[in-house]
């Protein structure tokens, strides 16, 4: 891995770089990479946001069907962030 000389700076900084880390200048040729997680599992992290938030205050008007969607929110939120995180892409 070779070094190259910042144009700005005049710093020597990795080829690999992205960006000079002295001024922050961008690098010519650096690659980046931008993961973005899917819709679908920003929506069930939505949803089950939202069952958890509406379960809480029905646990207290109706405990049996509130807990139960405070229970069905949990878990597809928690599917939402696993999947976001196994298939970040």
């Known amino acids: 891995m070779g070094l190259v000389t910042c144009p700005d700076c005049g710093r020597e900084v990795s080829r690999s770089a992205m960006a000079c880390p002295g001024c922050g200048r961008p690098m010519p040729g650096a690659v980046q990479v931008i993961e973005q997680t899917g819709k679908d599992w920003k929506v069930?992290?939505?949803v089950g946001a939202v069952g958890m938030i509406l379960g809480v205050p029905m646990c207290f008007a109706s405990p049996d069907a509130g807990s139960v969607l405070l229970i069905l929110g949990?878990?597809?939120?928690?599917?939402?962030?696993?999947?976001?995180?196994?298939?970040h892409g």
């Open 74 to 87: 949990l878990g597809v939120y928690a599917v939402g962030r696993v999947g976001a995180w196994w298939y």
């Open 44 to 46: 069930a992290q939505g």
